[in-house]
């Protein structure tokens, strides 16, 4: 951050704030069953989201994993029409067909998140070749796990990005699991970021807990990747606190204060501090927490008030005709 608190710190930490009412509030009422199949919260990678989407323009492009609600926040997102997808009404921002994990919101460039793990990155990798096909300087950011990386679609993605220098960022979330596999069983290397030198490209490895410092590692990424210097790959080190899925007992995994010594450094945590030193008073940050939780509770508000799609569109939006073929493809 610089020295004096601006808009834009103010505005990331309200992004984080919003990422955990949000995820707190869908994890409470996933409990009470008011949202069906499996949710993934993000709660505890709030800087690695925020710090990456504010170093992008709205119209760039944004590919999410399984655990992407609070990826669209980061970007700005409306949380009436995401919240009303978990619960899978009409008002959602997929009409309610995508729910909690195969949500796309266009309106913030999100192209979409996918249940399966890897898949995000070739998809990244399109948007990144459509922009350079197209003559215009909107990067693709992609977000995937630690898992993800052991995954074919990580090495191809990568591999096409980096030989066809695409304007492409691939920013690994390592939250040290997959499901419950700790990364050091599954993941041969020490960092995630040295799997970037398999395909001559630079590696940034970042403190996911910070979001300033995620917000220079991608601004560095992005700047690269707009001027057509090419892909990045930003490893941020990060943690998620609840389990791989919420309230899926069979899955369980017990981490024991490996949670607690992560709280320590919790990002909201560590950017209020930062804020309070650089000046703004604690009665503003009070003031915000307290919107954001009536912005969370008016989004649920709405999302129950809201209609389930009728049984007879069930099929509207799902499949196109064959899209006609784009005039700089048969120049
Ligand atoms: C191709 C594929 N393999 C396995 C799964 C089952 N699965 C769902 S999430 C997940 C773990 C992903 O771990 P990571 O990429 O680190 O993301 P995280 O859940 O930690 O955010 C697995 C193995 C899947 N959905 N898709
Ligand atoms: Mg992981």
């Known amino acids: 951050m610089t020295d004096r608190p601006n808009d834009r710190s103010l505005e990331k930490y309200r992004r984080m704030l919003r990422i955990r009412h949000f995820e707190d509030k869908a994890e409470a009422i996933h409990a009470a069953g008011e949202i069906p199949g499996a949710l993934h919260t993000y709660a505890g990678q709030e800087a690695s989201g925020v710090g990456a989407c504010i170093a992008l323009r ?166 690269r990747a707009r001027t057509g210097g090419g892909p990045t790959l930003v490893e941020t080190k990060t943690y998620r606190y609840a389990d791989h899925a919420v309230n899926m007992g069979r899955i369980l995994l017990d981490r024991g204060a490996e949670v607690d010594e992560w709280r320590k450094r919790d990002p909201l945590t560590l950017y209020r501090a930062r804020l309070l030193e650089a000046g703004v008073a604690a009665a503003t940050l009070d003031a915000m927490e307290q919107e954001v939780a009536d912005e969370v509770a008016d989004a649920l508000q709405f999302a129950r008030d809201s209609a389930y799609p009728e049984q007879a569109d069930a099929f509207d939006d799902v499949f196109v005709d064959r899209l006609p073929i784009p005039d700089y493809l048969t120049a």
């Open 58 to 223: 709205n119209d760039d492009y944004m590919v999410g994993t399984h655990r992407s609600h609070g990826h669209p926040i980061a970007k700005g997102a409306k949380l009436r029409p995401l919240m009303a997808e978990l619960l899978g009404k009409v008002t959602g921002i997929c009409k309610g067909k995508g729910g909690s994990m195969h949500l796309s919101d266009f309106s913030v460039g999100s192209l979409g998140e996918t249940s399966i793990v890897g898949s995000g990155i070739p998809v990244a990798a399109g948007a990144a070749l459509g922009s350079k096909l197209q003559g215009n300087d909107r990067v693709a950011l992609c977000f995937f796990g630690d898992g993800a990386t052991n995954e074919g679609a990580f090495h191809e993605g990568m591999n096409l990005a980096a030989v066809w220098k695409l304007p492409a960022i691939f920013v690994c979330e390592n939250n040290g699991y997959a499901v419950s596999t700790p990364a050091s069983a599954a993941v041969p290397v020490k960092d995630i970021a040295e799997r970037a030198k398999a395909y001559a490209m630079p590696a940034i490895i970042v403190d996911g807990q910070d979001v300033d410092a995620v917000e220079a590692a991608v601004t560095e990424a992005v700047e």
